[in-house]
């Protein structure tokens, strides 16, 4: 069983900068991808950030040049920090790991955090 606790969330101005961390605790032999996903009300869960365990990463365009996606493996944590925040980054964040325990490559989502960004 492994769990994906978020943090850092919460009400930000247009403009501003929030970093969201996640914590994977748990039992698993490695850590391959990490990511974030957002998903705002009404709408499905996208794919915001991601970063292999050899530190390639990924972005949405929407989000490219303004969030930036890290990882600690001696911490098991995997970071997103979000710069010039935009009304339309407003969602729900979710901590996402693909990861291997028993020759078998299983997936863990978190709880989620909200992210709030006013005009």
């Known amino acids: 069983q492994v769990q994906l606790v978020e943090s850092g969330g919460g009400l930000v101005q247009a403009g501003g900068s929030l970093r969201l961390s996640c914590v994977v605790s748990g039992t698993f032999w490695s850590l391959n991808s990490l990511g974030w996903y957002r998903q705002a009300p009404g709408k499905q869960r996208d794919l915001v950030a991601t970063i292999t365990s050899g530190g390639l990463t990924h972005y949405a365009d929407s989000v490219k040049g303004r969030f930036t996606i890290s990882r600690d493996d001696a911490e098991n944590t995997v970071d997103l920090q979000m710069n010039s925040l935009k009304p339309e980054d407003t969602a729900v964040y979710y901590c996402?790991?693909?990861?291997?325990?028993?020759?078998?490559?299983?997936?863990?989502w978190g709880q989620g955090t909200q992210v709030t960004v006013s005009s």
């Open positions: 996402s790991a693909e990861y291997v325990y028993g020759f078998i490559t299983q997936h863990s």
